[in-house]
Nanobody
Framework: QVQLVESGGGSVQAGGSLRLSCAAS????????MAWFRQAPGKEREGVAT???????DYADSVKGRFTISKDNAKNSLYLQMNSLKPEDTATYYC????????????????WGQGTQVTVSS
């Protein structure tokens, strides 16, 4: 049974930083494509960052240069370091995983966490 559990969300002022974590179980973590998504109230869910099994990464234009996705295969953990946060980064952030690289490239993820709230005040 695959389980993804996010943590690290909270409230921060604009310009601040947060580090999100996602603990994975029931997956061969090193071979999975992992990602962070976010959804703000009244808006569609959007992809934030992706990291493939080989460590290659991709970012949404809105977070490039500010956010960094990383993973620790030994700890079955995914991270999102968020710097220079802006009020528009306010959203619920979700960890996602898939073993299918084809679906990963298309933003289609099979497994999802419950989300962690990030609130950035101006």
């Amino acid at each position: 049974q695959v389980q993804l559990v996010e943590s690290g969300g909270g409230s921060v002022q604009a310009g601040g930083s947060l580090r999100l974590s996602c603990a994975a179980s029931g997956v061969i973590f090193s071979s999975y494509c992992m990602a962070w998504f976010r959804q703000a109230p009244g808006k569609e869910r959007e992809g934030v960052a992706t990291i493939e099994s080989d460590g290659s990464t991709d970012y949404a234009d809105s977070v490039k240069g500010r956010f960094t996705i990383s993973k620790d295969n030994a700890k079955n953990s995914l991270y999102l370091q968020m710097n220079s946060l802006k009020p528009e980064d306010t959203a619920t952030y979700y960890c996602a995983a898939t073993a299918d690289l084809y679906q990963c490239a298309r933003g289609n993820f099979r497994y999802w966490g419950q989300g962690t709230q990030v609130t950035v005040s101006s």
